[in-house]
């Protein structure tokens, strides 16, 4: 673990406890969660477990937050103050398949844009595959790179499907019917990798995907208001803890709903 990653966790171990600073940690870094058996295991049954480890969700998520506040400087100082910030965030957790193939992705979308090309996001994800090919050969074989890929192909298919609807869905639907699409690609695999399917992982991600956001905007500031304006990071801890607190709500009662989760081994 580099010393810029110790610093980012030092700040959330100081002002949150057990499990929720597991929680966050592996929410906003990817840092393996070191919590109760009995916890981890509700997590996993809840359909939960791919929001506490390291994903390209991270760096999709990361891209949208920034653009929003880079971009006030101008488009292209945004893109480059992005750039920046994405590989610092990428240097601190260290390069991972589901997290590359996101930046490289990111990286095809941002060429097209600064070149006046149009941006096809199938083609965006088969340029990423192919950069891992040359530079990681081996992450071509691994789980975590197949479930990855099988997820941002149900995200581009959903969006396909809402694009072709008259009208938008609410929100919470619309939430639905991604998660649904997502858990639909992604559970073969999971069957074949590890037996196991998870029937109420559309629920309870539709539960808390909202709060996804503010809780990374909540880790990162904790991590750099500890450092900088300590008295400030008390009141933001507060309210990433009553996030936290929902989201281990949602996994217990997901958790206990009979048949969510299904076990082949």
Not at 11 to 18: A, P, R, S
Not at 84 to 92: A, E, K, R, S
Not at 117 to 129: A, E, G, I, K, T
């Amino acid at each position: 673990m580099n010393r810029l990653l110790v610093d980012a966790l030092v700040g959330i171990d100081e002002t949150l406890h057990e499990p929720y600073a597991s929680l966050l940690k592996g929410l906003v870094y990817g840092i393996p969660v070191r919590i109760d058996p009995h916890l981890k295991s509700a997590i996993i049954q809840s359909g939960l477990a791919h929001l506490i480890v390291l994903s390209g969700t991270n760096i999709t998520l990361l891209a949208s937050l920034t653009e929003k506040i880079f971009f006030l400087f101008g488009r292209r100082m945004g893109i480059v103050m992005q750039f920046i910030f994405l590989g610092v965030f990428t240097l601190m957790v260290g390069a991972q398949p589901p997290l590359m193939r996101a930046l490289f992705m990111f990286i095809c979308t941002t060429v097209c844009y600064m070149t006046g090309r149009p941006s096809y996001v199938w083609w965006n994800l088969f340029l990423s595959l192919l950069c891992i090919a040359f530079i990681w050969p081996q992450w071509l074989s691994t789980v975590s790179l197949h479930l990855s890929v099988c997820a941002t192909i149900g995200i581009i298919l959903s969006n396909s499907v809402k694009d072709r609807l008259p009208n938008k869905l609410p929100t919470i639907i619309d939430l639905f019917l991604e998660s649904g699409i997502v858990c639909g690609l992604t559970a073969p695999l999971t069957c074949f990798y590890f037996g196991t399917v998870s029937l109420i992982s559309p629920l309870s991600t539709t539960l808390v995907s909202w709060l996804f956001v503010p809780l990374m905007v909540g880790g990162l500031f904790i991590s750099v208001l500890y450092h900088l304006v300590p008295l400030v990071v008390f009141p933001v801890a507060s309210c990433v803890f009553v996030g936290l607190e929902y989201l281990l709500w949602v996994i217990q009662f997901a958790s206990t709903i009979p048949f969510g989760y299904l076990q082949f081994r």
